[in-house]
């Protein structure tokens, strides 16, 4: 089974921030593909289903973002299953310009506490990582005032763009198909 992790933050005030790309991502699949993500367990909001023939479990971590591996560890080690092999996260990147997203099958946390905190739980880099840009912070800007800020239309309808090719993209990973999924949008928009 694919585990699917939106990273965010839980609560009102957080929705639609740059910092809950991954919750966006999340929430679309559950529309496209009629998974319930509703579930209270793993200190996650669960929803469990089928995404190109493949069982998954789709995962938004409550335990705010700097502690998304204690959730993701949990999960993993509940199911038993290899991270390298059936877990994907995504989640906002402030090194790629709204719109873009990057696919990677590993690799470091890139200053990003989610992924550090999940790199430290898992005990692994080793895992597929959807990356959302959301843009860099404004000069002068407090890092966590901008990803925690809500974005105004024009990089609102940019991201929307990069959450449909992120969706694309978790499709065909887990159809097996990472390098197509990478070689497919790391490149900008989709080239077919």
């Given amino acids: 089974m694919y585990i699917i992790a939106g990273l965010g933050n839980p609560g009102r005030k957080y929705a639609g921030t740059r910092h809950n790309a991954g919750f966006d991502v999340v929430d679309r699949l559950a529309d496209s593909y009629r998974i319930r993500v509703r579930e209270k367990k793993h200190h996650s909001l669960c929803g469990q289903g089928v995404i190109g023939g493949e069982k998954v479990l789709l995962v938004k971590p409550q335990t705010y973002m700097n502690n998304s591996g204690d959730s993701i560890a949990e999960i993993i080690q509940y199911y038993k299953e290899d991270p390298a092999a059936r877990l994907i996260v995504v989640y906002d990147d402030i090194s790629l310009e709204p719109g873009r997203i990057r696919v990677r099958k590993k690799g470091s946390a890139g200053g990003h506490n989610g992924i550090k905190s999940i790199i430290s739980r898992v005990g692994t880099q080793e895992f597929v990582r959807v990356r959302i840009g959301v843009g860099e912070k404004p000069e002068g800007w407090d890092l966590a005032d901008y990803v925690l800020g809500h974005m105004d239309r024009r990089e609102r309808a940019a991201v929307?763009?990069?959450?449909?090719?992120?969706?694309?993209?978790i499709e065909l990973i887990v159809q097996g198909r990472v390098d197509k999924a990478m070689n497919d949008y790391n490149a900008g928009k989709r080239n077919v």
């Fill in 160 to 169: 929307e763009e990069a959450f449909a090719e992120a969706e694309e993209a």
